[in-house]
């Protein structure tokens, strides 16, 4: 199996990433023009408690893993790591047999009286068959993580999003004669598709590359796993604590939404189509650099866990640097993008640019997410998992509290929804930065900083010029040139004020021959 290095594996990840995001937007263009706004709204309150799956199934354990397997690796203790692989997967599978009958029981009940609509009752129920799915695609993902081998993990989420696009379309014109509410379930069941058909790829990858046998003493090796299961708890306990609280705040989100924009004389149907607005359309072009921070917080974990075994606190801190850097230049790229084109990128998505005052609001704010991802992997592989939960529970009562508090009032209605994520998310990124501050030695490099915001600042300005000085006629061609000329820029600024590095440059294929000549 073959070993990468951290940038070489953050690298396949980012491109993997990168892919995933590009057909997730088609995926949602799809489902958007098909579904509209409405249908948009009932597919996103269903949404977090397919996040609420996802978490309480894999119960942090795909961190647990690649922590706990780097450090068998190290080690070269091939026992272990089978233990590892029996335990995670006899708890996965054991949690998503009770969360599917749970939610099938309490499905009625969650749409009709919490999410007050109905209709939401369909895409809840399609959840359903990609539960135990999740179970075991989480504890590859996090075998192949912890052997720092980032492609099948990578070709998995590329598999996921093909498979998706295939069949949105085909299962949301099925089942649209019925209802919107049945489409919306139609969309869902794309997804689950999707993640099916990415298991099937890993498990055979998996089958190929394993060195021992998981069905040899399958539970004799369950029962003799007790050190292992207090491990994998002491580390995945926290951390889907983390994931809980998240994922808890995400599935209250619409709930608070909806009952305090009625408070504000919003009505069930105006809320729906808001709140999609907000969570189908400008959340996720927000969202878009967090493949980058995904890429380097996955690549992060079992970096920093076998630097820790080998007692090399220097490159540690290194390690960390060097993630905050490149999430700061990345996040830095899509405020400019996103503050000044979030417009006619929304139009040419979308066909609506409703959602643009949403974008130009919490643009500037998710600089502070984009630092998010890397510092909770570090949290995590310095055995802080605990106190990033602590954070988290912090960020999202903040949250859930801002909501209630702004959304309630008729000045902000649906945009003090967007003010209260951004206080959550700023909040938690804070904490988590102070915690690791007291726990390891971190320098702070202030210069590259400053050039990285001056960066921002020009690249910002020339793109208000573009806007304002548009040389094509059509919307496409001049955002399309606009993006172009900016990000060409913004990587010229980056390279000259050697806020990227050369050995980091090196560490991409092409350029690495081209620099070799």
């Not at 643009?356 to 949290?379: E, H, N, V």
Request: aromatic share 10%.
């Amino acid at each position: 199996m073959t070993k990468q290095s951290f940038l070489r594996g953050t690298l396949i990840l980012i491109a993997a990433g990168l892919i995933t995001r590009v057909l997730g937007f088609i995926n949602r263009i799809v489902m958007a023009r098909i579904l509209g706004e409405e249908g948009v709204g009932l597919y996103m309150m269903a949404v977090p408690t397919f996040i609420l799956a996802i978490t309480v199934t894999q119960i942090g354990l795909p961190v647990a893993i690649a922590k706990l397997v780097a450090e068998a690796e190290a080690l070269h203790d091939k026992v272990r790591v089978k233990k590892i692989i029996v335990v995670s997967l006899s708890i996965t599978l054991s949690l998503s047999f009770i969360f599917t009958i749970g939610l099938l029981f309490t499905a009625p009940m969650l749409s009709q009286k919490l999410l007050t609509d109905a209709r939401t009752l369909y895409p809840l129920i399609a959840i359903l068959p990609v539960v135990p799915v999740i179970a075991v695609s989480s504890v590859l993902r996090g075998y192949f993580q912890g052997k720092q081998n980032m492609k099948p993990s990578a070709y998995a989420q590329v598999i996921e999003q093909v498979v998706r696009i295939a069949l949105i379309a085909f299962c949301i014109k099925i089942f649209l004669p019925f209802g919107i509410e049945y489409a919306a379930a139609g969309a869902m069941v794309s997804a689950a598709a999707g993640e099916l058909v990415s298991l099937l790829y890993m498990l055979i990858i998996f089958q190929k590359q394993k060195t021992f046998s998981i069905r040899h003493r399958f539970f004799t090796t369950v029962k003799a796993g007790k050190d292992t299961l207090h491990s994998l708890m002491g580390i995945a306990l926290p951390t889907t604590g983390s994931r809980i609280i998240g994922s808890l705040s995400y599935f209250l989100e619409p709930i608070a939404v909806t009952q305090s924009l009625a408070i504000a004389g919003v009505t069930a149907a105006v809320a729906t189509r808001q709140y999609g607005e907000l969570t189908g359309y400008a959340l996720p072009l927000l969202f878009l650099p967090s493949f980058i921070t995904y890429a380097l917080s996955t690549s992060l974990v079992p970096s920093v866990s076998e630097a820790v075994a080998k007692k090399q606190p220097h490159l540690v801190e290194y390690r960390l640097q060097q993630a905050l850097r490149l999430s700061f230049i990345s996040g830095g790229w899509s405020v400019v993008i996103l503050y000044i084109f979030a417009s006619p990128i929304l139009t040419l998505m979308y066909g609506t640019d409703h959602a643009a005052p949403f974008i130009k609001l919490l643009a500037p704010c998710f600089i502070f997410y984009y630092f998010q991802g890397p510092l909770t992997s570090m949290l995590q592989a310095l055995d802080l998992a605990k106190a990033a939960m602590l954070n988290s529970i912090v960020g999202s009562a903040v949250k859930i509290a801002g909501i209630f508090l702004l959304a309630s009032r008729s000045e902000f209605q649906i945009m003090g929804v967007a003010l209260a994520i951004a206080a959550g998310l700023v909040t938690v990124t804070l904490l988590h930065y102070a915690t690791v501050l007291k726990k390891i030695t971190f320098t702070i490099y202030a210069r590259d900083y400053l050039l990285g915001g001056a960066a921002i600042l020009i690249a910002g300005v020339a793109g208000r010029v573009l806007e304002t000085h548009p040389m094509f006629s059509s919307l496409g061609w001049q955002t399309l040139f606009s993006i172009t000329a900016i990000t060409l820029l913004y990587m010229v600024l980056l390279l000259a004020l050697g806020l990227i590095r050369k050995e980091e440059l090196a560490r991409i294929p092409l350029l690495h021959k081209l620099m070799r000549k």
